[in-house]
């Protein structure tokens, strides 16, 4: 059965950092590429970051390049999403998900190619 549990989420100030984990169980994690999305109040759910599996690769959105940076702990089935400089339009429930297709930036993007999704953590950023 395969999980995902995001954890790491907050509210902070405008201009501070978090750290979102994820932990994964039911799948044989290295080999899986991974993904955040987020959705923030009534607006669609938008591509964050993306990390393929074998040779990590990683792909960011426009939105958060330079800022966010994805990685991810094989020995402990562990993906994270370090986030710096924080902005109040970065508020939004942040979610993981995991893919056995993504092999671009382009497919990275599109959440029909992702297979599971946590349940999402709520990042709260004040100005």
């Known amino acids: 059965q395969v999980q995902l549990g995001e954890s790491g989420g907050g509210l902070v100030q405008a201009g501070d950092s978090l750290r979102l984990s994820c932990a994964v169980s039911g799948f044989t994690f290295s080999s899986k590429s991974m993904g955040w999305f987020r959705r923030a109040p009534g607006k669609e759910r938008e591509f964050v970051a993306a990390i393929t599996g074998v040779d990590i690769s990683k792909y960011y959105s426009d939105s958060v390049k330079g800022r966010f940076t994805i990685s991810r702990d094989n020995a402990k089935n562990t993906l994270y999403l370090q986030m710096n400089s924080l902005k109040p339009e970065d508020t939004a429930v942040y979610y993981c998900?995991?893919?056995?297709?993504?092999?671009?930036?382009?497919?990275?993007?599109?959440?029909?190619?992702?297979?599971?999704w946590g349940q999402g953590t709520q990042v709260t950023v004040s100005s």
């Open positions: 998900t995991v893919s056995t297709s993504i092999h671009s930036k382009a497919t990275s993007q599109q959440a029909h190619n992702y297979d599971y």
